[in-house]
């Protein structure tokens, strides 16, 4: 099993950047998925980017493509989403997730962090 622990979120202004990071504990598989999604009140739960823990490949999702950026911290064993030019829109809680393969849907995730959450102000 992969325990995960997310941190960094927070209120930023349009334009503003935050940076999370996931923090696995326990026995780590070179070949696993790590996915971030979010989640606004009443909506569902969406994709936002995902990695390999290699590091070898990313996917984004549209909304964000261009603006967020995931990938490895290979000192602290993490995986981050930095975040730029964020716009209200991104406002939800973000989640962190693990999976054995690269995918969008949170049904194919196998392992959730407790979520944390980004609040974009005008």
């Known amino acids: 099993q992969v325990q995960r622990v997310e941190s960094g979120g927070g209120l930023v202004q349009t334009g503003g950047s935050l940076r999370l990071s996931c923090a696995p504990s326990g026995r780590i598989f070179s070949n696993i998925v790590m996915g971030w999604f979010r989640q606004a009140p009443g909506k569902e739960r969406v994709f936002v980017a995902a990695?390999?823990?290699?590091?070898?490949?990313?996917t984004y999702a549209d909304s964000v493509k261009g603006r967020f950026t995931i990938s490895r911290d290979y000192t602290k064993n993490t995986v981050e989403l930095q975040m730029n030019s964020l716009k209200p829109e991104d406002t939800a809680e973000y989640y962190c997730?693990?999976?054995?393969?690269?995918?969008?849907?949170?049904?194919?995730?196998?392992?959730w962090g407790q979520g944390t959450q980004v609040t974009v102000s005008l």
């Open positions: 997730a693990a999976g054995y393969y690269m995918a969008v849907l949170p049904a194919d995730y196998n392992f």
């Open positions: 990695t390999r823990w290699t590091g070898s490949s990313t």
